[in-house]
């Protein structure tokens, strides 16, 4: 009989996070799959009555809490003690939670702490004959495979954006606080600040609708023989503003900043999709200026609908992976779009 | 005050990327195809790590860098060719397999195993370094295991910037949701760090400092400890290619107006 834990961590603002909903999700799908197992939620923060409260309605038999100050903040120590007490205080044999950077940091250690296995990166969760089997990823997107493990606790870390969240209601939740005192060698670190970029240099917005991909050709030299690299980035400026899409960008593009290159000045590697980047999930996907072959495309392998702008009519990057293909100039198209975007509001 | 750091950067050997990958079965699972022949690299974020480390050590007199890296030993070699005059360090070698579908745990076991054993390993000056993901596995996992495996608490994920102050103490930028980053002051070593990009570009090739490196180099290889990794408990019912062809609609032959009219109705659908 599976116990399946459903770990989450409250956010800065005391609220449950909707990659959170998702991990419940998928926490639920394993329930109603594996007969005779028991679905049960661990929460960590400061406070975590609000957050159970606000999905008391799901069909959890147990609540586990561990909370206060020293859980605030998100730090390997204090999260690894936290999750290791709800894990043993619950006998999880399934530990489902969300792939959030703060528990990426923390579950594989303790999935060692504890004996188990983890999983990361999980984008889908299955019964397989009365066992328990999750999707995943391999050599960076190119591969997908469908696995089981033996060995318990099995942490399952699922990706943000690869469930739909669930959207149990509100009630009250009755919490059995797990203690957990941390000893000094726990508090060597300290969590002092977030760096965020100011509102108006914003580029990376992983819930908008729309992942703007911007490519080497908008640096290179155009049909006069110059590079246009202000008028790029005016152009692309005023399309993330006026569109809120998130910018993604080749790595062609950002490793230019390293190689002497004119660049795009408000890219950085934290904007690279594909290989050595992210593979963000956005509904849909415009890319510019982008060429390449298989390895570079898996940057927009989670995009649902892909539109691609290139003077190149057999561009790898857009062929057989676009919907639909422009071939025509994308300084004249943006110009255009930014008007029709402008005219719009 | 400056320390002097032992830095123990763990890496692997994966398949170069840009490479075309094809899973296929093997006798002990999936593995790719022709996986012996395909060209291969140090783990990209593992070699962030290791630029980091060297660029550390560097700055804090007598420190010094290893590089604890799985793989089967003819790759190693071929590697080692590039990666050896990159950097100065000493190569800790472990001869097995490289496929992205061994067991984080098993991988984290021998490499933790290797640390161990490297002579004078000062825990109070130790940091472990090593890509936040690999190219193969892409886990994200490996890491932590092998800090547990040490008794390191002090762990750091999507590292981006070191900062060392006067007093001993790190100041660490993680990556977070958002492209934001999460600032931590961790009170000094023991620490392990799983870098992102960082902000170092790729060294030069430095013949002066392979020749120096490929002293230890090849003892290394010779000595390399074989690793089994038995998958114990694992079990793959399929590996596949994505089916991820579509059909392009190639549009040729319409204005930048017309083509902007239809990509804001796209939009805004």
Same mark, same amino acid.
């Not at chain 1, 309605?57 to 038999?61: F, I, K, L, R, Y």
């Not at chain 1, 000094?184 to 969590?191: F, I, L």
């Given at each position: 009989m599976e116990t399946i834990l459903l770990l989450a961590h409250t956010e800065a603002d005391g609220s449950l996070a909707k990659s959170a909903r998702e991990a419940l999700r998928a926490a639920r799908t394993l329930n109603q799959a594996l007969a005779g197992s028991s679905l049960v939620v661990g929460l960590v923060g400061e406070n975590v009555q609000a957050v159970a409260d606000s999905i008391a @309605?799901?069909? @959890?038999?147990k609540y586990f809490g561990v909370a206060g100050k020293d859980f605030a903040q998100s730090r390997y120590a204090s999260d690894a003690a936290a999750a290791e007490a709800i894990c043993k205080s619950a006998q999880a044999t399934i530990v489902v939670a969300p792939a959030t950077s703060r528990w990426a940091r923390v579950l594989p250690g303790v999935a060692q702490r504890l004996g188990g296995r983890a999983d990361t990166h999980v984008t889908g969760v299955a019964d397989a004959g009365g066992k328990p089997a999750i999707s995943r990823w391999y050599y960076r997107q190119r591969m997908e495979a469908t696995l089981t493990r033996a060995q318990r606790p099995w942490f399952i870390l699922v990706d943000p954006g690869s469930q739909t969240a669930c959207e149990c209601g509100a009630g009250t939740a009755k919490i059995e606080t797990v203690a957990v005192n941390l000893p000094?060698?726990?508090? *060597? =670190? =300290?969590?002092v600040g977030i760096r965020e970029p100011k509102a108006d240099a914003q580029t990376i917005r992983p819930d908008a609708e729309l992942l703007f991909v911007t490519g080497a050709g908008w640096t290179k030299k155009q049909a006069d023989g110059q590079t246009h690299v202000p008028e790029a980035e005016k152009l692309i400026r005023g399309f993330l503003q006026l569109s809120r899409a998130s910018l993604g960008s080749s790595k062609s593009l950002v490793d230019q900043s390293g190689e002497g290159q004119a660049v795009l000045?408000? #890219?950085?590697? #934290?904007?690279q999709i594909g290989q050595t980047g992210s593979t963000p999930r956005h509904p849909k996907g415009l890319s510019t200026c982008c060429h390449g072959e298989e390895p570079h495309t898996v940057g927009w392998r989670f995009i649902n609908e892909r539109r691609a702008i290139s003077l190149d009519p057999n561009c790898g990057w857009a *062929?057989?992976?676009?919907?639909v293909l422009y071939v025509a100039d994308a300084f004249a198209v943006m110009g255009k779009i930014n008007e029709l975007l402008a005219a719009r509001k | 005050m400056s320390i002097a750091y032992q830095i123990v950067v763990c890496g692997s050997v994966v398949p170069d990327p840009l490479q075309t990958l094809e899973p296929v079965t093997g006798p002990g699972g999936p593995a790719l195809k022709n996986e012996m022949m395909l060209p291969a690299i140090l783990d990209p974020w593992a070699s962030h790590a290791l630029y980091e480390a060297a660029n550390l050590a560097k700055n804090s007199p007598g420190s010094k860098v290893w590089l604890v890296s799985l793989g089967p030993k003819a790759k190693h070699q071929q590697v080692m060719m590039t990666v050896a005059q990159k950097v100065p360090f000493e190569l800790v070698a472990l001869d097995g397999p490289a496929s992205g579908f061994t067991e984080a745990m098993e991988v984290a076991a021998a490499l933790a195993e290797a640390i161990q054993a490297i002579p004078g390993l000062d825990k109070s000056k130790l940091l472990v370094f090593g890509g936040w993901e690999s190219a193969s596995r892409g886990a994200g996992a490996t890491m932590q295991m092998v800090g547990e495996r040490l008794g390191i608490t002090d762990q750091f994920q999507g590292v981006d910037e070191l900062k060392i102050a006067a007093d001993g103490s790190l100041e660490i930028l993680e990556r977070i949701e958002g492209g934001k980053h999460q600032i931590s002051k961790c009170a000094g070593a023991p620490a392990l760090l799983g870098w992102a990009t960082g902000n170092l570009p790729e060294p030069k090739n430095n013949p002066q400092v392979g020749m120096v490196n490929m002293r230890t180099v090849m003892p290394a290889l010779q000595k390399a400890k074989p690793v089994k990794l038995a998958g114990e408990g694992l079990s793959f019912a399929s590996v596949s290619l994505p089916k991820q062809l579509r059909e392009t609609k190639i549009v040729k032959d319409k204005s930048a107006d017309d083509i902007a009219k239809e990509i804001v109705e796209w939009i805004k659908k």
């Open positions: @309605a799901c069909p @959890a038999t000094d060698n726990c508090k *060597r =670190t =300290t969590v000045s408000f #890219l950085s590697h #934290l904007n *062929r057989g992976k676009a919907d | -």
